[in-house]
């Protein structure tokens, strides 16, 4: 199956600071989305984006297809920015595949 | 106004016993899956229906099986809990099975531990 790689896999940040994450893939893929999973465990998504750039509010993200990767954007980050970040994608079998998750802290 | 729920959110039991997890959603989706996040924080899906045929069924324990009566809702049924199924199982759903329509919202999880 498709691989995902994502890193660092841990993150901390001083608040207002910008930072980026990064998503490895293996196989060409249809789909890839970004999660952030909350201190409380909830799954938003935040991004369905299987290539180029897409912005909402200070996060952004992009990816690049053909070189198998993406790109999280957190400017200006605040501590509600904190918990675990999932990059997941869907090589033509249905499957969501999900990475190990970069955990992001960011203090006050 | 939720849009994807499960129930219950914790549910504590013992080894042996068999036990249930309900999913609904709201948003006029196609397609729901059941995950599993594992202590790690590791996702991995286990199921997933669309307009409730069964089209994803990954090398899990025949313990479990999911049952879904329209499209709406998705429930997962557990039979003769061991410990390591103690985890957190996660409901989503989506418009479709692949590609643009398969962007995923999730549910809150149910926290299940096994004693």
């Known amino acids: 199956g498709i691989q995902v790689e994502q890193s660092p896999p841990d993150l901390i940040l001083q608040e207002g600071a910008n930072s980026t994450l990064r998503c490895n893939f293996s196989?060409?893929?249809?789909?890839l989305q970004w999660f952030h999973q909350n201190p409380w465990g909830q799954l938003i998504n935040l991004f369905y984006?299987?290539?180029g750039t897409k912005q909402n509010g200070r996060l952004s993200a992009t990816t690049v297809a053909t070189e198998r990767y993406s790109l999280l954007y957190i400017s200006s980050s605040q501590t509600t920015d904190s918990g675990v970040y999932f990059c997941?994608?869907?090589?033509?079998?249905?499957?969501?595949?999900f990475g190990a998750g970069t955990t992001v802290t960011v203090r006050a | 106004d939720t849009a994807v729920s499960q129930t219950p959110k914790y549910l504590v039991t013992q080894m042996g016993n068999d036990k249930s997890i309900k999913c609904e959603q709201n948003l006029g989706h196609d397609t729901m899956y059941w995950y599993k996040q594992d202590s790690k924080k590791f996702l991995k899906i286990m199921f997933s229906y669309n307009n409730k045929e069964l089209i994803i069924n990954e090398t899990v324990p025949n313990r479990f099986s999911p049952k879904s009566p329209d499209k709406a809702h998705l429930n997962l049924h557990i039979n003769s809990l061991e410990l390591g199924d103690s985890a957190v199982y996660f409901c989503?759903?989506?418009?479709?099975?692949?590609?643009?329509?398969?962007?995923?919202?999730f549910g809150p999880g149910t926290r299940l531990t096994v004693l």
């Open positions: 984006i299987p290539s």
């Open positions: 997941a994608v869907e090589s033509n079998d249905y499957k969501l595949s």
């Open positions: 196989d060409s893929v249809n789909n």
């Open positions: 989503a759903s989506s418009q479709g099975p692949s590609g643009g329509a398969n962007r995923q919202f």
